[in-house]
């Protein structure tokens, strides 16, 4: 057993994120087991996602790679939001919280901030991020606390039903827009970029390879990284990313981010990315430009300008969109430095309660 | 009074005068009088640092040994236009020489540093009261801004009161003559020399105002001396000039023995959270975004690293408190403090955290409502969203600091609550508490409740499988307190899921079955229920014993309500005073307790909120009495409601004219 004394001091000591009490806990449980399994991820919940759903390959993907990174279960926990896409915790045998809409961001950003021993992932939809939560995404983005998050974006609001979201294209007709969508879609990745976010990434459901390779660097990213992984529903939103997946139409029109490569796309290399006249970028044709002008693709460019003019190449209905790492620059992590604040604290008070209590002016009554 | 009910309390009335005239010789020697108790208003433009001021005068009050309770009232705007109606900023303080439960009633002296001041303050300065002006800023602009057709100075309006006119600002800029400031700022210090005037005229050590100064202005040394000459400038006035021919003297008051300090409510509370976390072993998350009056509670804690708190200022009120569920998830104690207008925009992660069942305290600084409100002032219409704002059957223990030093216990037996049965706890301060000082014993730490068996972790299976495989249970609970199993993430084997889904009994897993929901709605309803048994019997005062009426509050109505009756028995009544530090639940024996008396009366700073939670429940026919200014309740006016609820409930057997509250006693 350990006494209140103990708590007490071990609070006020530096270097030691973890309270006492937890880490009291933690010992007691047990070794850590680090080498995992696929199935080690799994639970006994019935999956209750539509037959066919976009869904699935995710969890599939996440399940086979997440033994990869050498983290033992109970260190990680998945919080999500609502929706259909937020159910994902139950599925992964690890720590977790289902919680409310919007919201996973800011719950997991307190877990994140006072627990910097835990490998924290954020599982949310393209309504629950981009709409209600949009507040908690920018923010949790700007803070750089060290989280994943992977947003599945399905361009439709799954769970309720079928109504456009805001990742919906406009003109898009559903059941809450007969007469088609008047609202201009957000680009997520604009989004976080906008948002001076470190790490974006976007990757396809069911791109196995390119997703797993995606993820892998989002989860070694100190501070936050979002993944936007375009998601099928098959029930809602059928063929949403067909242009991207289909073989032929797709290697038309998806540029593929590869670290240090020069950006040439298309059959045979034909198209290419170049820089505009206004500091932006544009699509041309290879044979039409100096191979010298081709963008080589860097996506570790301090200045997020250069990932920002990127996510801006796509249009809303998917032609031209570039699909791996955006963006993945190294800046102090929120967690850490909270963490470094109250080191210094530490050293430079004693944690000292009665004196607290006391404060400056006492007088004594005899 | 009836011969058989001698009137044994002899508690010493908070706001009936009984000063004790004891002149000391003429000439040049001025006379003191002495005071058993005083009350000053200073009042001015926001920007004359009217709050400062009043802060200084407390601090040396405390430190003299008076009991003291203060009423801070200040505008919500930062500055409105100087000189104008909106923009004055007062600061009331009570101090005597025996214990006072309210910053007063009225003022007895009154400090107006304009013409402004002096308008909206007036009307509460009884005739005959002491009123103390700077003359220099009675000029014809000053005097348009707010109305005065004519100077009152000049055409007898202040008749009915000792005017004493001072010219502070010019008396401050003489004394500033050689400092080098300029007259702008100069002129600032006008604040100091009416304190050092005020120190003089009530025998305030003057120390450890000096020493504040020093501190304050560190950096500019030039300003602290300013200060302190403006300050000492002011107390030799007192002491050279004809104008004021008296001074007073209150002594200390007899409080027992021990160690004390001055503290606000916010503070105290604030504190009270850094203990809570040093007696649990857990480390205090706060996840908070500003709002008045709640604000300083996350700038306390924020300069309280060292004791492992983790201060998250948020991007708005619902990623606070979802920043601290989190955090209690992860097995730190999460805190997000607010007002009423964060409450409501919490209400839906309230209700993940009673579903998820994790500790958590909730703090509501109350001011006046609804939306924005009045922002500044204090109300306590947030019961009814505590208890039952939120969607679906999510009920939470509700508690309620009752004076700014009892907010620091109160915010103890809130964590206790929280961590004992894994559970949101609302704590409802408001904004009088919250700005308001008194002097407060400091308590040793080794007293404090310890808290560690309260957290109990698990660290292993609680439960077996169908197969016999040992499991763990998440809301596998304890069978005395219904509180669930808490494994924070990280412990080997315990991974679990939980969210805002219904729960199965036990496993935890997600239920649609209509039995099980059920049964869940009503054992989180048990639990809460449940924690009556830890909270012992109702709090009743009734030193005569023999009371037919009983006055039952919450909160910060204590004071005010205390005072009436202290009031009502001094004039031969009976009356019994119940408060309510848990308002959810209550204690077990209320109903029995309210059941003893013919009636009972329920002041309330909101339209009868408690008062409809006991007649629902309790099936008592309270007698409401309510008042939402923004400000306390006067005691006199309480006792005028009590008397008249006492004389209307009993035979009357007091001698005609013992009015409790008039001007007989
Ligand atoms: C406060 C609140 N408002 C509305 C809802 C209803 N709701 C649940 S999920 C959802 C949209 C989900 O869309 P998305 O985030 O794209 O997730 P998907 O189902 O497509 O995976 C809505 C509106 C809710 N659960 N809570
Ligand atoms: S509605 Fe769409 S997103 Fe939801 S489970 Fe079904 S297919 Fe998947
Ligand atoms: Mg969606």
């Known amino acids: 057993m350990t006494t209140l004394d103990t708590h007490v001091h071990d609070l ?135 989280m994943t998050i992977l947003l599945f974006n399905n361009r439709i609001y799954g769970l309720t039903k079928g109504q456009y979201s805001p990742t919906s294209e406009v003109g898009k007709v559903t059941k809450s827009t007969p007469m088609g969508s008047i609202d201009a879609p957000f680009n997520p990745v604009s989004l976080a970029l906008g948002a001076d976010a470190t790490f974006v990434g976007r990757a396809m459901d069911s791109d196995r390879k390119g997703l797993t390779d995606v993820l892998r660097q989002a989860a070694e990213h100190q501070g936050t990284s979002l993944v936007e992984i375009y998601q099928n529903c098959n029930i809602f939103n059928d063929g949403a990313f067909e242009l991207l997946k289909d073989p032929t139409t797709g290697t038309q029109w998806s540029i593929p981010l590869e670290q240090g490569k020069p950006l040439v796309f298309g059959p045979d290399g034909a198209a290419c990315v170049v820089k505009d006249d206004f500091g932006g970028l544009r699509i041309a044709e290879t044979n039409q430009v100096d191979a010298a002008d081709i963008v080589v693709h860097d996506a570790t460019r301090e200045n997020p300008a250069y990932a920002f003019a990127l996510s801006r190449l796509s249009s809303q209905d998917l032609r031209y969109t570039p699909m791996g790492v955006f963006r993945s620059v190294q800046k102090p992590t929120y967690d850490g430095l909270m963490t470094e604040q109250l080191d210094t604290a530490k050293v430079q008070g004693n944690a000292d309660l009665d004196a607290l209590l006391s404060g400056g002016e006492t007088w004594t009554v005899e | 009074m009836t011969a058989s009910t001698p009137p044994t309390n002899g508690a010493p009335l908070d706001d009936v005068h009984a000063p004790v005239a004891s002149s000391a010789p003429g000439g040049l020697v001025k006379s003191v009088v002495e005071l058993d108790r005083v009350v000053i208003r200073l009042a001015g433009d926001s920007g004359d640092g009217m709050q400062l001021t009043g802060n200084r005068f407390t601090s040396e009050t405390a430190s003299f040994g008076n009991d003291l309770s203060t009423l801070p009232n200040f505008p919500a705007e930062i ?93 401050t800029l003489d004394a500033l003559a050689d400092s080098g400031l300029g007259k702008k700022e100069a002129e600032r210090s006008k604040n100091m020399f009416t304190l050092g005037l005020l120190s003089w005229m009530y025998h305030r050590p003057t120390e450890g105002t000096v020493r504040f100064l020093e501190r304050q202005f560190r950096r500019k040394p030039e300003i602290a001396a300013a200060n302190i000459a403006a300050f000492r400038a002011g107390y030799n006035y007192g002491e050279t000039t004809e104008a004021f021919a008296v001074s007073y003297e209150i002594k200390p008051a007899p409080m027992d023995a021990g ?40 700038h306390e804690l924020s300069k309280h690293k060292s004791f492992g708190v983790r201060t998250f200022q948020a991007e708005d009120e619902i990623a606070g408190i979802g920043a601290a569920l989190g955090a209690s998830f992860g097995g730190a104690l999460g805190v997000t403090t607010t007002s009423g207008p964060g409450v409501a925009l919490k209400a839906e992660t309230i209700g993940l955290a009673v579903m998820t069942e994790l500790p958590l305290l909730i703090v509501d600084v109350q001011r006046g409502g609804p939306s924005t409100g009045l922002p500044t002032k204090t109300e306590q219409s947030d019961l009814l969203q505590a208890m039952f704002g939120r969607n679906g059957e999510a009920p939470l223990p509700v508690i309620a600091p009752r004076s700014p030093g009892d907010c620091f216990d109160a915010a103890i037996e809130a964590v206790r609550i929280a961590l004992t049965y894994r559970t949101p706890v609302m704590l409802l301060s408001d904004g009088y508490l919250a700005n308001g000082a008194e002097p407060w014993a400091v308590p040793e730490t080794a007293t404090l409740p310890d808290l560690t068996g309260a957290v109990g972790f698990a660290t292993g299976p609680n439960a077996a499988s169908t ?156 007698q409401s009495h309510t008042q939402v200014s923004g400000m306390p309740f006067r005691s006199a006016e309480l006792a005028a409601v009590i008397q008249d609820a006492i004389d209307t409930t009993s035979t009357p057997a007091v001698p005609a004219g013992a009015a409790a509250n008039g001007a007989t006693l």
Request: glycine share 10%; with cysteine.
């Open chain 1, 12 to 146: 006020g000591m530096p270097g030691n994120p973890i309270s006492a009490a937890v880490a009291e806990s933690v010992a007691l449980s047990g070794e850590k087991r680090t080498e995992l399994k696929a199935k080690d991820l799994k639970t006994d919940q019935e999956v209750r996602w539509c037959p066919g759903c976009g869904d699935y390959v995710i969890l599939n993907a996440v399940q086979s790679f997440l033994p990869s990174l050498g983290i033992a279960r109970e260190d990680m926990v998945i919080v999500s939001g609502i929706g259909c896409s937020s159910r994902f915790p139950y599925y992964m045998n690890t720590y977790g919280m289902h919680s409310i809409h919007g919201r996973a961001p800011a719950i997991a950003t307190g877990l994140a901030a006072s627990r910097p021993d835990l490998s924290v992932w954020v599982v949310t939809g393209d309504g629950d991020s981009l709409s209600i939560g949009g507040n908690h995404l920018i923010h949790a983005l700007r803070r750089n606390v060290n």
């Open chain 2, 467 to 622: 197969d016999g495989t040992p499991e763990f249970h998440p809301y596998q609970r304890d069978p005395e307190t219904l509180a669930r199993a808490w494994a924070v993430p990280g412990t080997a084997g315990l991974q679990h899921r939980i969210g805002g889904l219904e729960k199965a009994d036990g496993n935890g897993n997600i239920s649609y079955d209509p039995a099980n929901h059920d049964f869940m709605v009503r054992t989180r309803q048990a639990k809460i229920d449940g924690i009556a048994a830890s909270i012992g019997p109702t709090d009743v005062e009734d030193p005569d014993g023999d009371a037919r009426v009983a006055v039952i509050g919450w909160g910060s109505t204590y004071g005010p309500i205390g005072a009436a009756c202290r009031r009502i028995r001094a004039s031969g009544r009976s009356v019994a005073q119940i408060h309510l530090r848990h308002i959810n639940p209550f204690p077990a024996d209320l109903g029995e307790v309210l059941a003893r008396y013919d009636r009972v009366v329920c002041p309330e700073m909101n339209l009868g909120q408690l008062a409809l939670l006991l007649r629902a429940k309790y099936l008592v026919d309270v």
């Open chain 2, 79 to 171: 500055r409105a236009p100087t000189g104008t109606l909106p923009g004055v900023s007062s600061f009331q303080l009570h101090f005597a020489d025996h214990d006072i439960m309210t910053p007063g009633d009225a003022p007895d002296v009154l400090v107006a540093m304009n013409p402004a001041a002096l308008k909206s303050n007036l009307s509460d300065l009884p005739g005959g009261g002491l009123l103390i002006l700077d003359s220099d800023e009675f000029t014809p602009r000053n005097l348009a801004k707010v109305g005065y057709a004519t100077n009152p100075l000049e055409d007898g309006s202040l008749e009915g009161w000792q005017t004493v006119p001072v010219p502070l600002t010019s008396m």
């Open chain 2, 259 to 298: 160690r004390y300090r001055n503290i606000s409510g916010n503070q105290a509370l604030a504190l009270g959270i850094v203990a809570a976390g040093q007696r649990s072993g857990l480390p205090i998350f706060l996840g908070a975004y500003p709002i008045t009056p709640a604000s300083d509670i996350l």
